[in-house]
């Protein structure tokens, strides 16, 4: 991934996080702040029930107090207070009392709990209603709930009852108002906001009691689980219920028990507040956040494009003057104009490169030197073994003259085949010299290493078996998957061809000589092994210089020309040794075509002019 990929990235990232987390808390802080509307809203609503509630009870309790004080009513008291008073006269008095004094129901009650008259259901005429004759303070009691019966069935109604004494008899006015939709409708509700009323009169829950001001409740079977649980542990609670798949339908509902004179569960009230507002406004804010955030990863391209550009434009020059450096161009300037780090970066850069190129000058200088006091040196020792007979014959040869010896003629034809000997060995020299200098460059085509090892093999065959030497015996371990090099085959021939006569040279005893290829990872590997007498750690370091040998005849260049070979072919060739056990040279190979190291005309120019 490159620098720009990343920053932008990083860029987007950023942004993401940042629109999501003001989205997420402006979410929570709006839904909480619906949550606490929703509930003042709802504490209203029931505030107002409980008021329009407490007010309608206290007209109630008017009312029947009024009733209990009428003419009538006290007339009905006397009279049944007498032994022999009928209270069949009064069955149908309650229907017309409730109308003029508009209640719902009206019983009046004999002293000992008898029904003399009912409202709502005529029939109830002589049952008995003795809760009423109970020692109570009815006027302190106040309205309470209650469940009526009637023609129609059961009905909640807001009830109170009034005394009507009359010597040491009472009649009892018992009535009220029914708690229904009449009650709900009066109301006043908040937009999103409904009240509904279920009647708990029956032993299960009944979809046709539960009821609203509009009417009956559509698909009241969904209410059922909160009812029953109220019915279990009556208590305010909160509720949810999703009418379909979509957030928006849900609606929260605020349960608030309705108990009669005993606590016993009469009515349940249920104030909803709709979630549609919260959940659009949500819908909204998180739309508005994907806007926004488009607009900042869009935003954030171009910022980070641009960014990315300035950072990188500078950087990708210093890392194409490093690949150049690499390269061999040790003469690469990075040109970056500007402040910071970069800049200074740069500036380092191009004084890290002028002083390679002086360190590398000097280098070559000193190296230079060396070479040459090395071939000095070696040439030195190779041309004093032949000159030093050379002066010896030609000083015999004057001698000889000079005294007038009689056997002149044969130590000058003794001395004359000495000089040519000695002049061929310098010759032989001079042209060893001559063939290290003149190593040809590579011709590169497509070449089997297998191949090349075995023809090297079958050079040496009559050798590892001669008679009078101590046999050899060879060992191939080919990859036969080798896959094909591109290299010079005669180089490569020539080369594993001194690394089979080195290791013969050391086993002058016989061994074991192993040849083993193999490749991994774009490189093929040759490994030549001899079972000899080794190399010290000393000798392993120094063995692919010059005409360093270790034996008592050979040139020493022999390992120098493998380096040379190897190192063309843009290869590497190591040796690992161990006394008395044996020596493993290891040649590692590219199998794509080499590239030829960059030469420096100007520098080495420079020297030669110098």
């Known amino acids: 991934m490159t620098f720009r990929s990343k920053l932008f990235f990083v860029f987007t990232i950023a942004v993401l996080l940042s629109v999501g987390l003001v989205a997420a808390g402006v979410t929570v802080a709006t839904k909480q702040a619906f949550d606490n509307l929703n509930q003042q809203h709802t504490k209203a609503l029931v505030a107002q029930f409980q008021r329009e509630f407490q007010r309608r009870g206290q007209d109630v309790v008017q009312r029947i107090g009024g009733v209990a004080q009428?003419?009538?009513?006290?007339?009905?008291?006397?009279?049944?207070?007498?032994?022999?008073?009928?209270?069949?006269?009064?069955?149908?008095?309650?229907?017309?009392?409730?109308?003029?004094?508009?209640?719902?129901?009206?019983?009046?009650?004999?002293?000992?709990?008898?029904?003399?008259?009912?409202?709502?259901?005529?029939?109830?005429?002589?049952?008995k209603m003795t809760w009423v004759t109970q020692p109570q303070d009815w006027a302190a009691l106040g309205p309470f709930l209650m469940k009526m019966d009637t023609e129609n069935g059961p009905a909640l109604g807001l009830m109170a009852v009034a005394r009507v004494p009359v010597a040491d008899k009472s009649i009892y006015v018992v009535g009220g108002e029914r708690l229904g939709k009449e009650f709900l409708a009066s109301m006043v509700l908040p937009?999103?906001?409904?009240?509904?009323?279920?009647?708990n009169l029956d032993p299960s829950f009944q979809a046709v009691n539960l009821i609203s001001s509009s009417g009956p409740e559509i698909d009241p079977d969904r209410f059922a689980p909160i009812i029953n649980k109220e019915r279990q542990v009556p208590g305010e609670q909160r509720s949810r219920i999703t009418w379909t798949y979509d957030p928006a339908s849900a609606e929260e509902f605020h349960i608030l028990p309705l108990l009669g004179r005993q606590q016993e569960l009469l009515g349940v009230l249920l104030v909803g507040n709709s979630q549609r507002g919260v959940v659009m406004l949500g819908r909204r804010i998180r739309w508005l956040a994907l806007i926004v955030a488009a607009i900042g990863i869009l935003i954030g391209a171009l910022l980070s494009w641009w960014a990315a550009a300035r950072v990188t434009r500078p950087v990708r020059k210093l890392v194409d003057g490093a690949g150049e450096v690499a390269a061999g161009n040790w003469n690469t300037r990075v040109d970056v104009r500007g402040g910071g780090e970069i800049g200074q970066l740069a500036r380092a850069f191009n004084q890290m490169t002028q002083e390679l190129v002086e360190q590398r000058e000097r280098l070559i200088q000193a190296e230079r030197v060396a070479a040459w006091r090395e071939v000095a040196r070696r040439l030195a020792h190779e041309l004093k073994n032949p000159l030093f007979p050379l002066q010896t014959t030609v000083e015999n040869l004057q001698r000889a003259k000079e005294q007038g010896s009689e056997q002149f003629e044969e130590v000058f034809r003794e001395s004359t085949g000495i000089l040519l000997v000695e002049i061929e060995n310098l010759k032989t020299i001079v042209s060893r010299f001559s063939d290290f200098a003149k190593m040809p460059q590579p011709e590169i085509a497509a070449v089997n290493?297998?191949?090349?090892?075995?023809?090297?093999?079958?050079?040496f065959e009559a050798q590892f078996s001669a008679v009078g030497r101590p046999p050899i015996t060879p060992e191939l371990h080919l990859d036969e998957s080798l896959p094909v090099i591109q290299a010079d085959a005669t180089l490569l021939h020539r080369a594993i061809e001194n690394l089979v006569l080195n290791a013969m040279d050391a086993m002058p005893a016989g061994g074991v000589l192993m040849l083993r290829t193999s490749h991994k990872n774009g490189i093929v590997d040759l490994e030549i092994s001899d079972t000899g007498t080794g190399l010290t750690p000393e000798e392993s370091e120094r063995i692919f210089t010059p005409y360093y040998t270790t034996k008592q005849h050979g040139t020493g260049l022999g390992l120098a020309i493998v380096q040379s070979v190897v190192t063309d072919h843009n290869g590497r060739l190591s040796v690992e040794s161990e006394m008395g056990i044996g020596t493993s040279f290891r040649i590692e190979l590219p199998i794509q075509p080499p590239k030829r190291p960059q030469v420096f005309p100007i520098l080495l120019e420079k020297k030669e002019e110098a």
């Open 70 to 127: 009428e003419e009538g009513t006290t007339k009905m008291a006397v009279e049944l207070s007498l032994p022999n008073g009928d209270a069949s006269v009064y069955v149908n008095d309650a229907r017309g009392v409730s109308q003029s004094h508009q209640l719902d129901f009206l019983d009046f009650v004999n002293n000992d709990g008898t029904i003399i008259s009912s409202a709502e259901w005529s029939a109830r005429f002589g049952e």
């Open 191 to 199: 937009e999103g906001m409904r009240a509904l009323l279920y009647l």
């Open 449 to 459: 290493l297998n191949d090349t090892v075995r023809n090297v093999l079958k050079l």
